[in-house]
């Protein structure tokens, strides 16, 4: 019988999750593990730009090292420099990490005064 109450209080909507209209209790229609953090700002848009530069470093890198294991002729010295870019692209990456640090500090500064 209690067993039957329970199983009939948890019951489940035909796509097997619990829902609003058969769960006991209040339950919001936001889920509750949405961030409440800061907007995404510059700092999120320069890691994502350093992501960006980084991966096309890395794929120039590999076409630019391809020929040296297929044994044909090498690419010429501008091919090397894109190569760089999976330096610069970490870099960008690292200064919108900073960035964004920064921003929450001084968010839970004001917010504690």
């Known amino acids: ?28 229609d936001t ?20 992501a960006i530069v980084f991966f096309v470093g890395a794929v120039a890198t590999l076409v630019t090292v391809a020929p040296l294991f297929l044994g044909t002729e090498p690419f010429p010295t501008v ?10 692209g970490f870099v960008i990456a690292a200064a919108g990490v900073l960035r964004t640090i ?5 968010q839970a500064r004001s917010a504690a005064r």
Not at 102 to 106: D, G, H, I
Request: with cysteine; glycine share 14%; hydrophobic share 30%.
């Open 79 to 88: 091919a090397y420099a894109v190569c760089m870019l999976m330096g610069v």
């Open 31 to 50: 889920p509750s593990g949405t961030p409440s953090g800061p907007p995404s700002g510059s700092g999120d848009r320069l890691v994502r730009l350093g």
């Open 102 to 106: 920064s921003v929450q500090r001084r």
């Open 1 to 28: 019988m209690v067993r039957w109450r329970v199983t009939r209080l948890l019951s489940r909507s035909r796509s097997g999750s619990l829902c609003a209209g058969n769960y006991p209790g209040r339950v919001s």
